[in-house]
């Protein structure tokens, strides 16, 4: 997988899952993807300070990035 499939396959993965934050007033960006394996995301609007937004990083957000980008090993939240 190229650098911009690569890419290409997180921002689905994201597109998956937003409808979910946004419904709670919540959102989240890409903000970049290191060595292949790292995603630096940030979680915005009511996300920021929830106290689930751990939880919902890992069993929704990263487990969501997987299922479309395999390779990827972790995905942490970088705050504003």
């Known amino acids: 997988m190229t650098a911009e499939e690569l890419k290409l396959n997180i921002e689905k993965a994201l597109d998956e899952i937003r409808p979910f934050l946004q419904s709670d007033g ?29 939880m919902t990083l890992k069993s929704g957000v990263e487990m969501t990035i997987k299922k479309y980008a395999p390779q990827i090993e972790h995905v942490i939240n970088v705050e504003a």
């Open 26 to 54: 919540g959102d989240i960006s890409l903000l970049s993807i290191e060595d292949g394996k790292l995603v630096k995301v940030q979680l915005q609007g009511a996300c920021v300070g929830c106290s689930v937004n751990q």
